[in-house]
């Protein structure tokens, strides 16, 4: 399961997490790279419709994925698409 989709997803307004700075929120898309990369991150929690804010973006990309921390390098946070989420007033 490397490649995962909302099947109500469309690619119009995705970005990668990496581009995202801290204090921003957003919900996983898609999962793509490498399959033992994807399938990493998918055991992680890092799935289609899970709920992410990102905490740090340097040196590397730390986020909450629902519940977890995790800390990630770019590189990785690259294959992760996020619907970026408008901020609460």
Do not use: H, I, K
Not at 25 to 46: N, Q
Request: proline share 6%; net charge positive.
């Amino acid at each position: 399961m490397s490649f995962m989709r909302l099947a109500f997803s469309s690619d119009s307004g995705t970005r990668p997490l990496s581009s995202l700075t801290a204090g921003d929120r957003g919900v996983v898309v898609d999962v793509r790279g490498r399959p033992a990369r994807a399938d990493r991150l998918l055991a992680l929690g890092v799935t289609p419709g899970a709920s992410v804010t990102v905490l740090q973006t340097f040196p590397g990309v730390v986020f909450l994925c629902d519940q977890t921390e995790l800390a990630v390098e770019r590189g990785v946070a690259d294959a992760v698409l996020v619907r970026p989420m408008e901020a609460r007033s």
